[in-house]
């Protein structure tokens, strides 16, 4: 850290001040990547505590369950879509996202953007039943039974319930997530070296917010969680390839058009 106090920082309306050079620019850093988090994370940690005992019925759970393939498909497609949308908000207000070309915001918003839909999943899950805030109630996993893809959903559900063991604080999950969407590693990047020093300014800062919290040993823990995110994610796009096969015209004309922008 004294290397890092060493360099002048640039002045604030240079683009390349993005890569902190001062611990206050590390501490401005992460405040603003936790105001985005807050501001776009649609519920507040507690409003879901007090919304988590609120369960379906068995009619309900029921008529989710009947719901046929295609139809189940279409509405968890448009939830999903809501929730990326709140992630394509909060890339945004990361600060050195929107210095990047179109392209490579794009680049990454396709591959990053369920995985951070993911990670937030985990502020929204009750481990004491395994449930999930979903259409504004909480939900096991046969809720989406019509679905057709257990595998996924099983794995989706112990990946939320293992990182609630985690019990990161707000501001842990907020540069987890942005360390997640900037990655110089995902493919069709045009800038690569600018994506890796946005990256490397996001690693900074959360090494130091878990410094600070006396949490160091979490690093390696969350660099694992982003390989079980990368599977997941694999195994989503293999789904909706599978599904896209058998209803190519809900697919085609029935899903949001921000999903088959960003997943087909
Ligand atoms: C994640 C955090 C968001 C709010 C939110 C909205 C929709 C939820 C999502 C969370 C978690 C994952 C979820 C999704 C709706 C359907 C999806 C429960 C809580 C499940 C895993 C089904 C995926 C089906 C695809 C294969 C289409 O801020």
Redesign the pocket.
């Known amino acids: 850290s004294h290397d890092l106090m060493a360099i002048h920082p640039y002045p604030l309306e240079d683009p390349y001040s993005i890569y902190p050079h001062s611990l206050r620019n590390i501490d401005e850093l992460c405040a603003s990547i936790v105001r985005s988090h807050r501001e776009t994370?649609?519920?507040r940690v507690e409003e879901l505590q007090a919304l988590r005992w609120k369960l379906f019925s068995r009619e309900e759970l029921q008529a989710y369950q009947s719901k046929s393939v295609d139809e189940m498909?279409q509405h968890?497609?448009i939830?999903?879509t809501?929730?990326v949308q709140?992630?394509v908000e909060f890339a945004k207000h990361i600060p050195g996202f929107r210095m990047l070309s179109q392209n490579d915001q794009i680049a990454l918003l396709k591959t990053g953007s369920m995985e951070v839909?993911?990670v937030?999943?985990s502020?929204?899950?009750n481990t004491e039943n395994n449930t999930?805030?979903?259409d504004g109630k909480f939900?096991g996993a046969e809720i989406?039974k019509s679905?057709a893809?257990g595998d996924?959903?099983m794995a989706?559900?112990d990946f939320?319930h293992d990182m609630c063991g985690l019990k990161l604080t707000e501001q842990q999950i907020a540069l987890f997530s942005a360390l997640v969407l900037i990655n110089a590693d995902r493919p069709s990047l045009e800038d690569r070296s600018r994506v890796q020093r946005v990256q490397r300014s996001v690693e900074l800062g959360l090494t130091h917010i878990l410094h600070r919290d006396n949490q160091d040993n979490l690093m390696h823990k969350l660099y694992q969680r982003m390989a079980v995110l990368r599977s997941l994610c694999s195994l989503?796009m293999e789904?909706?390839r599978w599904?896209s096969q058998r209803y190519p015209l809900t697919a085609h004309s029935l899903f949001p058009p921000l999903y088959k922008e960003l997943f087909a």
Do not use: E, G, T
């Open positions: 994370s649609q519920y498909w968890c497609a939830r999903l809501d929730a709140y992630v839909v993911l937030r999943m502020r929204f899950f999930v805030f979903f939900a989406f679905l893809c996924l959903i989706v559900f939320a989503h789904k909706l599904f």
